[in-house]
């Protein structure tokens, strides 16, 4: 069985494919390299560049490779951006899934993996939130993810695919420092960023109701997460006409300044935060039920925060060795 992984170059998919090849999976990776690296894809792994849009070249990757399973992760994934470019972000995530699942429905692919996202919850008023939890996304981005549950789930429900759509929850770490985030959007690499320029780190908002006023978040090292996709073809695979839909987070809220803490110790900088005025549509608290994932997979993440915050700051100052103190 060959399995594709759309978005195989980007910072999650990098670690997927180490994952499955570790598993003893063949994959092949699909990226139009357009945030991707190409050199993320490790040696021995086929790299097709080419976008999910263009339906030729994905029904001849599939037939080509023999490809009988998707782990579809390619997408545009920046809230802000979406804001201002929603017709691009439907584009890309929506229409997107749409030609990618044309092409799997025509081919001899039997399961596909799909990259949802905690934000198809918008502003959850929960303790925890379950997969049953209302979804009602706050931006473009959130609405892309959940649009595409419904494609994914509509196409399995008409052709039998199997599939799985995986919620990530706040996602952090890596395998490797080359294998490191090198975006600046969540955050940990904001707070790494602010720590390089010897500025203090910005707390947008301190008067929630959570224990210590700051939000409230559940965070999941990209190996943990990566492992679930492993998990998850194997439950596909194993099981025709599955139709899951799961929280992948850890079900442990940090909230902010306890995470600017524990990064402060990590990388042996100590400096207090500077607290700003709340943004808006931040919710307070966002934290997984994981239970579901437990159930269904038998998967559990392993790996704490600290291990995220390490592994995280190993990259970072591969790629700004000026943030190292002393
Ligand atoms: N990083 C997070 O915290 C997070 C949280 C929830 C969900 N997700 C989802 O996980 C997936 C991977 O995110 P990431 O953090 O690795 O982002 P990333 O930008 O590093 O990876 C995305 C990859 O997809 C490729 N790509 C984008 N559009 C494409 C297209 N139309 N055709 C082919 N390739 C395309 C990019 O070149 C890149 O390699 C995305 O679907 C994202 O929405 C990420």
């Keep these: 069985m060959t399995w594709l992984i759309t978005g195989g170059a980007g910072y999650i998919g990098a670690h997927v494919v180490r994952a499955m090849t570790a598993a003893g999976e063949r994959v092949v990776v699909y990226d139009d390299l357009s945030t991707g690296i190409a050199a993320r894809v490790p040696e021995g792994v086929p790299l097709v560049v080419g976008s999910t849009l263009d339906a030729e070249r994905l029904a001849r990757t599939l037939a080509d490779h023999s490809v009988t399973g998707v782990v579809h992760l390619a997408a545009k994934k920046q809230v802000g951006e979406s804001v201002e470019r929603p017709l691009h972000y439907y584009r890309e995530n929506v229409e997107g899934l749409r030609v990618l699942l044309d092409a799997v429905t025509a081919a001899d692919v039997r399961s596909l993996v799909f990259s949802s996202s905690a934000a198809v919850y918008g502003m959850p008023d929960v303790d925890l939130v379950t997969e049953e939890t209302p979804c009602e996304p706050l931006s473009p981005y959130g609405e892309t993810k959940l649009a595409g549950e419904w494609l994914v789930r509509a196409t399995g ?8 759509s995986l919620r990530y929850f706040n996602v952090a ?5 080359e294998l490191a985030d090198t975006g600046v959007y969540n955050l940990v690499p904001m707070v790494f960023e602010r720590l390089t320029e010897a500025a203090p780190p910005s707390v947008f908002g301190d008067d929630y ?5 700051t939000c409230v978040r559940d965070y999941i090292h990209v190996v943990d997460l990566a492992e679930a996709h492993v998990a998850a073809a194997r439950v596909l695979r194993s099981s025709p006409g599955r139709d899951l839909t799961l929280n992948i987070g850890r079900g442990e809220g940090v909230s902010v300044r306890e995470m600017i803490d524990r990064i402060n110790a990590v990388t042996g900088h100590d400096r207090p935060p500077a607290v700003l005025p709340r943004r808006p549509g931040d919710p307070a608290r966002v934290v997984a039920s994981a239970d579901r994932a437990a159930a ?5 993440a392993r790996l704490d925060v600290q291990d995220m915050i390490t592994s995280a700051w190993e990259g970072w100052v591969r790629l700004h060795p000026e943030a190292r103190r002393g």
């Design 296 to 300: 269904e997979l038998g998967w559990k």
């Design 157 to 164: 429900r008409a052709t039998g695919l199997s599939t799985a």
């Design 209 to 213: 109701p959570t224990p210590d006023g």
């Design 173 to 177: 770490g890596a395998a490797d420092p």
